[in-house]
């Protein structure tokens, strides 16, 4: 999942955009898979490694810049609805 993101930084798909987008929200994965589809999705967005949350622990879906991250990728995802 997480060599998707890179991929996506340079050859945008919107399917796979948004099937991160759902396994980084779908509460029914574990969190880890939740956790390294959120990091994905900063890639894609053009997030730098070292702006991203540290995969080393467990971070907190409702924090900055978790919250951020996933707010622009839905705005990618769907538009601005």
Do not use: C, K, Q
Not at 64 to 80: D, F, K, M, Q, T
């Amino acid at each position: 999942m997480s060599i998707a993101g890179e991929h996506l930084l340079t050859h945008p798909d919107p399917e796979v955009f948004l099937e991160l987008l759902n396994e980084a929200t779908d509460e029914s994965n574990t969190r880890r898979t939740r956790e390294i589809a959120v990091l994905a999705l900063g890639r894609a967005l053009g997030e730098e490694w070292h702006s991203l949350p540290p995969s080393s622990r467990h971070f907190d879906f409702i924090a900055i810049p978790s919250r951020r991250i996933l707010e622009l990728a839905r705005e990618r995802a769907y538009g601005n609805t």
